[in-house]
């Protein structure tokens, strides 16, 4: 991975983090100042974009659920046909580019095109949900494993193929991402399989944003407020033993 400039017709595919600026890495950064064009998500936006320089060309490429998003083909297309102009190319993604943030379906296209890129990581959302309520993803003895999984396909529903099994193990710490709509189903189908609904749950809404919220809670809690009251931000779940209330 260079540590230069990025050479015109070159692509950096960089991780915003969360939202706030904070979290951005030096090099993400950096090649946000030095870059022709900045191509967006939604997540990614807001004072991250004042890193971009003065004279860098915007462009909002973002997808959100219920929302009219851009097609992925079409940021494929922008991406390609901005650097075949001998632009320095950032395509900025919220969390870390590489967790649920559809980056192989860019750097396949990338590669067919013949077009140089880097993948610069970020700060996760998962990781960053934890520091913010003040938990550890893991834990000797008690959550030796963490897994990340998607609680919506590619329709927005609960995916079919789940592996009950291994998300109703009771010593692990499961992040959900994209799960606000589906997780009073995926619920019902923990405890069905041997989680207890008392198991400790965390909503996490907008974090690092300015309207962050945080809900500790239980898994049979936080299907009923999902349930009951649907949330229009962005939101992650966070279940296991470390989801435990302080003190």
Same mark, same amino acid.
């Given at each position: 991975?260079?540590?230069?400039?990025?050479?015109?017709?070159?692509?950096?595919?960089?991780?915003?983090?969360?939202?706030?600026?904070?979290?951005?890495?030096?090099?993400?950064?950096?090649?946000?100042?030095?870059?022709?064009?900045?191509?967006?998500?939604?997540?990614?936006?807001?004072?991250?974009?004042?890193?971009?320089?003065?004279?860098?060309?915007?462009?909002?490429?973002?997808?959100?659920?219920?929302?009219?998003?851009?097609?992925?083909?079409?940021?494929?297309?922008?991406?390609?046909?901005?650097?075949?102009?001998?632009?320095?190319? @950032?395509?900025?993604?919220?969390?870390?580019?590489?967790?649920?943030?559809?980056?192989?379906?860019?750097? @396949?296209?990338?590669?067919?095109?013949?077009?140089?890129?880097?993948?610069?990581?970020?700060?996760?959302?998962?990781?960053?949900?934890?520091?913010?309520?003040?938990?550890?993803?893991?834990?000797?003895?008690?959550?030796?494993? @963490?897994?990340? @999984?998607?609680?919506?396909?590619?329709?927005?529903?609960?995916?079919?193929?789940?592996?009950?099994?291994?998300?109703?193990?009771?010593?692990?710490?499961?992040?959900?991402?994209?799960?606000?709509?589906?997780?009073?189903?995926?619920?019902?189908?923990?405890?069905?399989?041997?989680?207890?609904?008392?198991?400790?749950?965390?909503?996490?809404?907008?974090?690092?944003?300015?309207?962050?919220?945080?809900?500790?809670?239980?898994?049979?809690?936080?299907?009923?407020?999902?349930?009951?009251?649907?949330?229009?931000?962005?939101?992650?779940?966070?279940?296991?033993?470390?989801?435990?209330?302080?003190?």
């Amino acid at each position: 991975m260079p540590d230069h400039a990025p050479t015109p017709g070159f692509v950096s595919l960089v991780s915003a983090g969360p939202g706030d600026p904070e979290l951005l890495t030096l090099k993400a950064a950096r090649l946000l100042a030095q870059a022709d064009v900045v191509l967006f998500d939604d997540l990614a936006s807001g004072p991250v974009l004042d890193h971009a320089g003065p004279d860098a060309e915007l462009i909002a490429v973002g997808k959100r659920a219920g929302r009219p998003s851009a097609k992925q083909e079409a940021v494929n297309e922008l991406i390609i046909q901005h650097a075949r102009a001998g632009k320095r190319v @950032v395509r900025l993604k919220s969390g870390d580019a590489g967790i649920f943030g559809r980056l192989e379906e860019e750097l @396949v296209a990338l590669t067919q095109a013949n077009i140089p890129f880097e993948i610069v990581p970020g700060v996760t959302s998962a990781s960053a949900a934890a520091a913010a309520i003040g938990m550890p993803l893991t834990r000797r003895l008690t959550a030796r494993r @963490v897994q990340f @999984v998607t609680g919506a396909d590619v329709t927005g529903q609960l995916p079919g193929d789940i592996n009950w099994a291994a998300l109703a193990d009771p010593a692990v710490t499961t992040v959900v991402f994209m799960g606000q709509r589906s997780f009073p189903k995926m619920a019902q189908g923990l405890v069905e399989h041997g989680l207890p609904g008392t198991t400790p749950a965390v909503f996490a809404e907008a974090v690092g944003h300015p309207t962050q919220r945080l809900v500790r809670t239980t898994v049979d809690g936080l299907a009923r407020m999902l349930r009951d009251g649907p949330v229009s931000q962005p939101g992650l779940i966070i279940y296991g033993p470390l989801a435990l209330p302080t003190g």
